[in-house]
């Protein structure tokens, strides 16, 4: 039982999140060390969504709504810590789901399908043999994707993600938006657009962006797009964190 007032309540109850799915078998023993890193990036970020990733999150909103076939891509730590959010920002975006894991295996890919259907979405992609197409020069499980989706979208949302694939996606001239709270990660380097925050934060503000960014026109949110430049956004990030720490130790 975690105290009601522990100072770091909300952050303990996540970790409790992830270590049931870790217990019900869909995330992977891998994940509670990525889930770890992540928390320490949380610290340096000073635990809120800073200015960096709302602008990022604009223009990943603008390029989810103007994409022809938009897809979710869901391992096992985004189905443990946002499962109702990922199948309500699909609904939104009208975005694909799939599963597309690092540490393959079907057991897994099946129960987080469960998991998302059961926070409602109706079709889940890249389970078993839906995962028959092949991301060229990947040589991870990931490769394997599905025809319906990942294969042949546009537009791809990953989170908590490993560099290669984002790699080998934007290779396959993909955008690629990345949720990674890690602004030197190979993933938010290799990204088209890296939003550097929680993923608990972003996913209920990306809904509501979209909701609101759905009312305007394409060649506003063309624009959007056009004035973003992810390298700069990454700077930011970095400025930011260590403006932060300068400060930080000065008031010691
Ligand atoms: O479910 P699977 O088999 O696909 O495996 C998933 C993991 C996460 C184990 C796999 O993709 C992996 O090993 O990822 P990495 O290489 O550890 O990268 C995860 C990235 O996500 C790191 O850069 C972390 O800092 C970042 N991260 C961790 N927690 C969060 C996060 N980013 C946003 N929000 C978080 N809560």
Redesign the pocket.
């Known amino acids: 039982m975690i105290p009601e007032n522990h100072p770091r309540r909300e952050s303990l109850i996540i970790r409790e999140k992830v270590v049931k799915a870790l217990e019900d078998g869909y995330l ?1 023993p ?2 509670l ?3 770890g ?2 928390e320490c ?1 949380d610290y340096l970020i000073g635990e809120k969504t800073q200015e960096f990733a709302m602008k990022a999150m604009k223009a990943a909103i603008a390029m989810l709504l103007l994409a022809k076939n938009p897809v979710i891509s869901v ?3 985004m189905a443990a ?1 946002v499962p109702d959010d990922i199948v309500r920002l699909a609904e939104e975006i009208n975005a694909k789901i799939e599963v597309n ?3 393959r295996t079907l057991d897994r890919e099946k129960k987080i399908e469960e998991v998302l259907k059961r926070a409602g979405a109706k079709e889940v992609l890249g389970v078993g043999d839906d995962a028959s197409a092949v991301i060229p020069e990947l040589f991870s499980e990931r490769r394997r994707v599905s025809k319906k989706g990942i294969y042949i979208a546009d537009v791809v949302l990953v ?4 560099g290669d694939r984002t790699e080998a996606l934007v290779k396959m001239g993909k955008k690629v938006i990345a ?4 602004p030197l ?1 190979r ?1 938010s380097q290799m990204a088209s657009l890296t939003i550097v925050d ?3 934060r972003v996913f209920p503000k990306m809904i509501s962006l979209a909701k609101e960014m759905k009312k305007s026109d394409k060649d506003e949110l063309q624009k959007i797009i056009n004035q973003y430049n992810n390298k700069e956004i990454l700077k930011e990030s970095l400025r930011f964190i260590s403006e932060r720490m300068n400060q930080l130790s000065l008031s010691l």
């Open positions: 992977a891998q994940g060390i990525a889930h890193r992540g990036f391992n096992g730590n810590l894991l690092f540490y989170g908590l993600e490993d949720i990674d709270i890690n990660s993933t929680n993923i608990i």
